[in-house]
C-alpha cells in the first residue's frame, strides 16, 4: 500500500527547540536581537518578494524567499521556512505562477510567527 504524499499541515509549524539551541550557542541576548532582526525583516523582504513579483522578477523573488527561508529555519518558524523554500524553488525556475498563492500563504502565516517569536522573546525579557 503506497502512503499519500506528507502536505504541510502534516508538519509541525514551529520548533521550540531551534530557538533553545540559539540560546544555549548566545545565550538571552542573542537569542532576543535574532528574534528582533527577523521581525523587522520579515515584513520587508515579503514586501520585496511580492514588488518582485509584480514586476516579474523571479531573481529579487527568489533572492527575498531564500533569505527568509534561512532566518525562519534558524528561528524554528517551520511552516514559514517549509512556503519560503517551495517559493525560492518555483521563482529559481522561472514559475510566477504558483507564487502569488505562496506569498499570500506566507502573509496569512507572518503574525502567527509574530505572535510566537513575540512570546518567546517576552519570556526571554520577563
Given at each position: 500500500m503506497d502512503a499519500e504524499p506528507a502536505t504541510h499541515a502534516d508538519f509541525p509549524e514551529t520548533d521550540p527547540e531551534a530557538l533553545e539551541r540559539l540560546r544555549r550557542f548566545g545565550g538571552d541576548k542573542l537569542l532576543g536581537d535574532m528574534i528582533t532582526l527577523f521581525l523587522a525583516a520579515m515584513p520587508q523582504r515579503l514586501g520585496a518578494a511580492r514588488s518582485g513579483l509584480a514586476h516579474e522578477d523571479c531573481?529579487?523573488?527568489?533572492?527575498?524567499?531564500?533569505?527568509?527561508?534561512?532566518?525562519?529555519?534558524?528561528?524554528?518558524?517551520?511552516?514559514?521556512?517549509?512556503?519560503?523554500?517551495?517559493?525560492?524553488?518555483?521563482?529559481?525556475?522561472?514559475?510566477?505562477?504558483?507564487?502569488?498563492?505562496?506569498?499570500?500563504?506566507l502573509d496569512a502565516e507572518a503574525p502567527?510567527?509574530?505572535e510566537w517569536l513575540g512570546a518567546a522573546r517576552a519570556r526571554e525579557d520577563g
Open positions: 531573481h529579487v523573488v527568489e533572492h527575498e524567499l531564500h533569505a527568509l527561508k534561512s532566518s525562519a529555519a534558524q528561528l524554528g518558524a517551520l511552516r514559514m521556512h517549509r512556503l519560503s523554500q517551495e517559493g525560492e524553488r518555483l521563482a529559481k525556475a522561472g514559475a510566477t505562477e504558483g507564487l502569488s498563492r505562496i506569498l499570500d500563504e502567527r510567527v509574530r
